[in-house]
């Protein structure tokens, strides 16, 4: 038990790697931090390694942690997401009193954290789902977070969330999303930019090994000089890290003995399911969701690796493309099917906030993303820019800056796209995102075909182009046209 007097303005439940950097994190910052973990143990091995690095109030009971907080009480819950936080989340709920804050900084399902917060408003406490990204590292160092729940609780956590985030400029990568399932949507559709930003540097990545037929430590330089332009960002820079290990023991590059078959977590998925209800295409993510599905069917790839027919290929070399220019082609079609991704995460955003009120600003995500997260770049203040000069932007692509960028990629994307066809690689986000480019752009879909099928077989009825009303045209009888 605490004496009076030595209260923890913040505490943390779950004391696994994320909740004990998130814990050294506030220390680090001067607060004094509660920790309770389920098996004492751990809470025991936490004290003995990092207890000296702040003030601790380390607790065996989560009534004596919840003793050890001043109020309005404020503890965040670090454990595995699902049962484990709803058991966790009562528990607190039962020790604690009118006004005090739970807070889920784990990777919940949006419609889980909608639900919690409505149980426990019932019970007169608030609950906020926050969305923490920047893994391991951010935890410890400055992650980006992005809190949901009541706007009232942002006065009692605000500064205790801004002290601990990163800093990008002098501004902290923190903000009051949205009400309820706000925050942890935001960080949904952020995991899904994340798939589709990394599988694009995987696509540019095989066309550069595979198909110009260059080394990871060449490749691993060519991502370092992308680094020092528009691509600037976390992932490109540890992709170049990540290409240029050797392994110690056979002195092969690293990524020729890691097995290719990529894990999730579901998050990525996640952002595909709702974008799907709410009639969103996201293509680029969806296909960075499918392209790790695809990665892990290993008993279909081993009956299909080398057995299925190629049609005829050709190379680079037999084309006589150039290999410099070709690197330059592929880092424009990166950046394109870049840009199509995080419009398209943008649009979802923007849905899901329409659909549940969240009244969510697209330009506090931009300006907190640019530090602490996975997908920190520094192309993320053109976003801030482009919501800035227009805040109804119909979709990003058509920004000013990004159309005047897009002008110079579209040629170089367009042959990427056409070469990895006649070599034989695939590039599924390059070339949904062109088509998804492409249908954006032209004036005439074939949907206008599948209004015709659908009436044809299920008197679906269709619109016309020439005049106002419903029809439906009499396809088994005489094909004349009725009004619907
Ligand atoms: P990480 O991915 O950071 O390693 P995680 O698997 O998401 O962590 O969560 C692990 C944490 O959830 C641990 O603190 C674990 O407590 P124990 O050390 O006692 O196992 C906690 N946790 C899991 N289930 C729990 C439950 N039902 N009640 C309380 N805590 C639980």
Same mark, same amino acid.
């Given at each position: 038990?605490?004496?009076?007097?030595?209260?923890?303005?913040?505490?943390?439940?779950?004391?696994?790697?994320?909740?004990?950097?998130?814990?050294?994190?506030?220390?680090?910052?001067? @607060?004094?931090?509660?920790?309770?973990?389920?098996?004492?143990?751990?809470?025991?091995?936490?004290?003995?390694?990092?207890?000296? !690095? +702040?003030?601790?109030?380390?607790?065996?009971?989560?009534?004596?942690?919840? /003793?050890?907080?001043?109020?309005?009480?404020?503890?965040?819950?670090?454990?595995?997401?699902?049962?484990?936080?709803?058991?966790?989340? @009562?528990?607190?709920?039962?020790?604690?009193?009118?006004?005090?804050?739970?807070?889920?900084? #784990?990777?919940?399902?949006?419609?889980?954290?909608?639900?919690?917060?409505?149980?426990?408003?019932?019970?007169?406490?608030?609950?906020? +789902?926050?969305?923490?990204?920047?893994?391991?590292? +951010?935890?410890?160092?400055?992650?980006?977070?992005?809190? #949901? #729940?009541?706007?009232?609780?942002?006065?009692?956590?605000?500064?205790?969330?801004?002290?601990?985030?990163?800093?990008?400029?002098?501004?902290?990568?923190? $903000?009051?999303?949205?009400?309820?399932?706000?925050?942890?949507?935001?960080?949904?559709? @952020?995991?899904?930019?994340?798939? /589709?930003?990394?599988?694009?540097? +995987?696509?540019?990545?095989?066309?550069?090994?595979?198909?110009?037929?260059?080394?990871?430590? !060449?490749?691993?330089?060519?991502?370092?000089?992308?680094?020092?332009?528009?691509?600037?960002?976390?992932?490109?820079?540890?992709?170049?890290?990540?290409?240029?290990?050797?392994?110690?023991?056979?002195?092969?590059?690293?990524?020729?003995?890691?097995?290719?078959? =990529?894990?999730?977590?579901?998050?990525?998925?996640? $952002?595909?399911?709702?974008?799907?209800?709410?009639?969103?295409?996201?293509?680029?993510?969806? !296909?960075?969701?499918?392209?790790?599905?695809?990665?892990?069917?290993?008993?279909?790839?081993?009956?299909?690796? #080398?057995?299925?027919?190629?049609?005829?290929?050709?190379?680079?070399?037999?084309?006589?493309?150039?290999?410099?220019?070709?690197?330059?082609?592929?880092?424009?079609?990166?950046?394109?099917?870049?840009?199509?991704?995080?419009?398209?995460?943008?649009?979802?955003?923007?849905?899901?906030?329409?659909? @549940?009120?969240?009244?969510?600003?697209?330009?506090?995500? /931009?300006?907190?993303?640019?530090?602490?997260?996975?997908?920190?770049?520094?192309?993320?203040?053109?976003?801030?820019?482009?919501?800035?000069?227009?805040?109804?932007?119909?979709?990003?692509?058509?920004?000013?800056?990004?159309? =005047?960028?897009?002008?110079?990629?579209?040629?170089?994307?367009?042959?990427?796209?056409?070469?990895?066809?006649?070599?034989?690689?695939?590039?599924?986000?390059?070339?949904?995102?062109?088509?998804?480019?492409?249908?954006?752009?032209?004036?005439?879909?074939?949907?206008?075909?599948?209004?015709?099928?659908?009436?044809?077989?299920?008197?679906?009825?269709?619109?016309?182009?020439?005049?106002?009303?419903?029809?439906?045209?009499?396809?088994?009888?005489?094909?004349?046209?009725?009004?619907?």
């Amino acid at each position: 038990m605490t004496e009076q007097g030595n209260l923890a303005q913040i505490g943390v439940v779950g004391l696994a790697v994320m909740g004990s950097n998130l814990a050294r994190n506030f220390a680090r910052n001067g @607060h004094t931090v509660a920790v309770y973990n389920r098996s004492t143990e751990k809470t025991r091995n936490f004290m003995a390694n990092h207890g000296a !690095e +702040g003030d601790f109030i380390p607790s065996e009971t989560i009534t004596d942690f919840v /003793a050890s907080l001043e109020k309005p009480r404020r503890a965040i819950i670090m454990v595995q997401a699902g049962n484990a936080t709803d058991a966790v989340i @009562h528990q607190l709920a039962d020790a604690m009193d009118d006004g005090d804050i739970i807070i889920d900084g #784990g990777n919940a399902l949006y419609t889980d954290t909608i639900r919690r917060e409505q149980e426990i408003a019932d019970r007169g406490l608030n609950f906020v +789902g926050a969305g923490i990204s920047g893994g391991e590292e +951010g935890a410890l160092n400055g992650p980006a977070i992005m809190p #949901g #729940g009541p706007e009232k609780t942002w006065e009692a956590l605000g500064p205790l969330l801004e002290s601990i985030a990163a800093n990008v400029d002098g501004v902290p990568c923190v $903000t009051h999303i949205g009400p309820d399932g706000a925050g942890h949507f935001v960080k949904m559709v @952020h995991n899904g930019i994340e798939y /589709a930003d990394m599988q694009v540097i +995987g696509e540019a990545y095989q066309l550069l090994r595979y198909g110009a037929g260059m080394t990871p430590a !060449e490749i691993a330089e060519v991502f370092r000089t992308w680094n020092a332009g528009d691509l600037d960002s976390y992932l490109i820079d540890i992709t170049a890290e990540v290409l240029a290990q050797v392994d110690a023991e056979t002195g092969k590059p690293l990524i020729d003995l890691i097995v290719d078959s =990529a894990g999730q977590k579901g998050t990525g998925r996640w $952002t595909v399911k709702a974008a799907l209800d709410l009639g969103i295409p996201v293509t680029g993510i969806g !296909e960075a969701v499918f392209a790790r599905a695809l990665s892990g069917a290993t008993n279909q790839r081993q009956a299909t690796i #080398g057995n299925l027919p190629s049609g005829t290929l050709t190379t680079l070399a037999e084309l006589g493309v150039d290999r410099d220019t070709f690197i330059e082609d592929v880092r424009r079609a990166l950046y394109a099917s870049k840009l199509v991704a995080y419009a398209q995460g943008f649009d979802e955003i923007t849905a899901g906030s329409a659909d @549940h009120n969240w009244n969510v600003d697209p330009r506090d995500l /931009a300006t907190i993303w640019r530090g602490g997260c996975i997908i920190r770049a520094k192309f993320l203040n053109r976003i801030v820019e482009a919501y800035n000069a227009n805040p109804e932007l119909p979709t990003l692509l058509l920004d000013p800056y990004f159309k =005047a960028e897009l002008a110079g990629l579209i040629d170089s994307w367009r042959r990427v796209v056409t070469l990895a066809t006649q070599i034989g690689q695939p590039i599924p986000v390059f070339a949904s995102s062109l088509s998804y480019y492409d249908s954006l752009r032209i004036d005439r879909l074939p949907a206008a075909l599948i209004q015709g099928q659908r009436d044809y077989f299920g008197a679906h009825t269709y619109q016309r182009v020439d005049k106002p009303g419903t029809y439906h045209t009499l396809w088994s009888g005489n094909r004349t046209e009725i009004e619907a």
